[in-house]
């Protein structure tokens, strides 16, 4: 008898049964879509505009307001029939302005220091003088930038042991008064991360620029989950998919070396959230390519029921790891975040569904050997996938549930989905216990075979490079006194006031 989770290969030219197909209705891209309002940067910046420069930065600031426009126009998430070159090419020319704010205002004196802080200051001035007056090696000419679209320094921590992904957020800023230009005007953004969908504003441009990169990763999560999955759209799905994750992870470059305090950072860009947005999208392209790997099954000698299982394997355990860091966000259970159990819910829900598909795979070769062994083992590997669907017909109740007061969810398409799974499975199965119960006469194993090793190699697809736009001159940089700066008013909206939608 072969070991347990020792499946042999099937025999060349075996006729193999059909199969169920991974889901093709992916997870709504977030409770509510991210919007903000429109802005008009020379009313907001008007009071750190050194007097006598307004003339001088007025095609800037036109040139902001109106680039804003078009980007937040273009990643309203229900204009899913704008292209992908045109959302990523309207926001990139966003955040190359945007990203100007990050220099240095040559018009105020540089923070002084004193003390250790201030010998310390002086060594990294006379390492590198041209970043004090005003930035802009660091923000495009002289420094090279990762494919994300940020510094390299924002990379660093990958070196010095923090797990990459997570933002740590500092307790109280050290940099209001650093001299940039990034905290002279307020954002409002709809908070993802929020169970009440309010609003927050942030002070800090690099925030904006953080939050523009979730929103487009949302609308090309709301483009792949638009479109119908079938062999011709498969690889603009998957393609919208690998970009949603590379655009999270270049907002996840950005906050992080923003460190912007803790209170000053709406949920939805903090750690854990952000994070799984990009997970999700990673997990939900390799849905793609486990179907595209089932329709090579018989055209193809290196695509086996067994390469398939270990993806599935692999996108399950996704699922899996996605669910322990969310429920982490679920909070206080008298009053949980509803946000979080929705995503929460969906995880267990394709969790199920994917060990199902895997033990689906594995009955389907086990059976295709053709022998008493391999039926007895198929028949056993058939009922644990069953019972799996099962499990994942509640758990998909408990997310549609989750979901009714919060989003629309296809309910009926999910139900559909899992009874076919369910009956093409069952099918195979009966077909398998007739077989046995005629001709081979094997008793069924107690336990299924162990899933095969997790395989995968899906990657997110980096966000371009983001440079300052060239109306960022050192000219400019004289314009502006940051320390004229307004109350911004940061933090959560008040419920009564609305977010204006993004269209």
């Not at 003339?55 to 273009?74: I, Y």
């Not at 220091?113 to 495009?140: F, M, Q, T, W």
Request: aromatic share 4%.
């Amino acid at each position: 008898m072969a070991a347990r989770g020792s499946v042999p290969s099937i025999p060349s030219g075996k006729a193999m049964p059909s199969m169920p197909l991974v889901p093709s209705s992916f997870l709504p891209t977030a409770p509510h879509p991210k919007t903000t309002p429109d802005i008009d940067f020379e009313t907001e910046l008007r009071p750190c505009i050194i007097k006598g420069k307004e003339s001088q930065v007025k095609a800037l600031l036109d040139q902001l307001t109106e680039c804003r426009r078009t980007a937040v126009m273009t990643l309203d998430p229900t204009r899913t029939v704008v292209s992908q070159d045109a959302i990523i090419t309207d926001a990139v020319k966003y955040l190359g302005l945007v990203k100007g704010f990050r220099g240095l205002s040559t018009a105020v004196p540089a923070p002084s220091a004193s003390g250790a802080g201030a010998s310390e200051e002086k060594k990294e001035e006379s390492s590198s003088k041209d970043e004090r007056v005003p930035a802009l090696a660091s923000l495009g000419d002289g420094t090279k930038t990762n494919a994300a679209g940020g510094d390299e320094a924002a990379d660093s921590s990958s070196a010095t042991g923090k797990k990459k992904g997570t933002v740590e957020l500092k307790a109280k800023s050290s940099s209001a008064d650093d001299g940039s230009l990034r905290r002279m005007m307020p954002f409002l953004w709809r908070d993802l991360g929020d169970s009440d969908g309010a609003s927050f504003r942030m002070g800090d441009t690099m925030l904006e620029e953080a939050s523009v990169m979730v929103a487009m990763a949302q609308v090309l999560l709301q483009k792949a989950k638009s479109e119908v999955l079938n062999e011709s759209s498969m690889l603009d799905i998957f393609h919208s998919l690998r970009k949603a994750a590379g655009a999270v992870e270049a907002a996840l470059n950005v906050v992080r070396e923003a460190n912007a305090p803790g209170d000053e950072v709406p949920d939805d860009l903090k750690a854990n959230m952000i994070d799984t947005l990009m997970q999700i999208s990673m997990a939900q392209a390799q849905h793609v390519t486990i179907r595209k790997a089932q329709m090579q099954v018989g055209k193809n000698a290196a695509i086996t029921h067994n390469l398939i299982a270990r993806i599935c394997h692999d996108t399950a355990e996704r699922y899996k790891a996605m669910e322990r860091i969310v429920a982490r966000l679920v909070g206080n259970p008298k009053k949980p975040n509803n946000v979080a159990k929705y995503f929460v819910a969906h995880m267990r829900y394709k969790q199920l569904y994917f060990l199902g598909m895997g033990y689906s795979m594995l009955g389907m070769q086990r059976i295709g050997q053709d022998d008493d062994v391999g039926c007895a083992s198929g028949i056993r590997n058939l009922m644990t996938a069953t019972d799996c669907f099962d499990k994942a017909q509640v758990a998909a109740n408990a997310f549609c549930d989750s979901a009714r007061t919060i989003v629309y969810v296809d309910t009926g398409m999910i139900n559909m989905q899992l009874d076919e799974c369910r009956g093409m499975v069952q099918g195979v199965l009966d077909k398998a216990k007739k077989s046995n119960e005629t001709v081979f006469f094997k008793p069924i194993p107690d336990k299924p075979d162990a899933l095969p090793d997790r395989m995968s190699n899906i990657r997110q697809e980096a966000l371009v490079e983001i440079g300052v736009n060239p109306l960022w001159t050192e000219a400019m940089y004289a314009c502006f006194d940051p320390s004229k700066a307004p109350d911004l008013g940061i933090g959560k909206v008040p419920d009564e006031i609305d977010c204006c939608p993004v269209s």
